[in-house]
């Protein structure tokens, strides 16, 4: 789905049995210097999976970029806590590609999520990355809107 024209895109990933999660992208500017793609992964449950989809989606979507540059994971959103959303979270800072780029696991402040290291409440902006001149936070925000609800603690992020 593409919410910037020519910038920012939303794909789902589809995860475990029956479960889904998405990958946020920011491409870079047209005749930018930067050829960085950011990346935000919204719950990840299985992050072999996931990771794997990332690198389809670039093949897919992005393969035309100049210098076809891999999408780099800069946060993860997690919903909730429940290990089918967030069981992801260990594998992806022990992976030496992601843990260049990832910044923060965010997730509720009430919520106790998995390796989370960015605790969110309602009404929070969750900050966005920058790599040289492609600056997501230029084109976007995401607002975290706590629903208590699935759990006590869960977490509606509005890509904005």
């Known amino acids: 789905t593409e919410v910037v024209r020519g910038r920012v895109y939303v794909h789902p990933i589809?995860?475990?049995?029956d479960n889904v999660g998405y990958l946020i992208?920011?491409?870079?500017?047209p005749g930018s210097r930067t050829s960085n793609v950011l990346g935000i992964m919204v719950d990840c449950g299985d992050a072999s999976s996931?990771?794997?989809?990332?690198?389809?989606?670039?093949d897919t979507h992005y393969s035309d970029l100049p210098s076809k540059p891999k999408i780099e994971i800069?946060?993860?959103?997690?919903?909730?806590?429940?290990?089918?959303?967030?069981?992801?979270?260990?594998?992806?800072?022990a992976d030496a590609e992601t843990t260049k780029?990832?910044?923060?696991?965010?997730?509720?402040?009430?919520?106790?999520?998995?390796?989370?290291?960015?605790?969110?409440?309602?009404g929070q902006r969750v900050p966005?990355?920058?790599?040289?001149?492609?600056?997501?936070?230029e084109?976007?925000?995401?607002?975290?809107i706590a629903v208590p609800s699935h759990t006590r603690g869960s977490i509606v992020y509005a890509l904005r």
């Open 128 to 137: 966005l990355p920058k790599v040289g001149d492609n600056d997501m936070s």
């Open 74 to 93: 800069h946060a993860v959103l997690n919903t909730h806590k429940h290990h089918d959303h967030t069981a992801g979270n260990r594998a992806l800072l």
């Open 50 to 58: 996931a990771l794997a989809q990332v690198e389809l989606i670039r």
């Open 139 to 144: 084109l976007v925000e995401i607002e975290c």
């Open 101 to 122: 780029t990832l910044k923060s696991i965010v997730g509720g402040a009430i919520e106790n999520v998995p390796y989370c290291t960015y605790p969110v409440k309602n």
């Open 25 to 29: 992208v920011c491409c870079p500017p």
């Open 14 to 17: 589809p995860q475990l049995l």
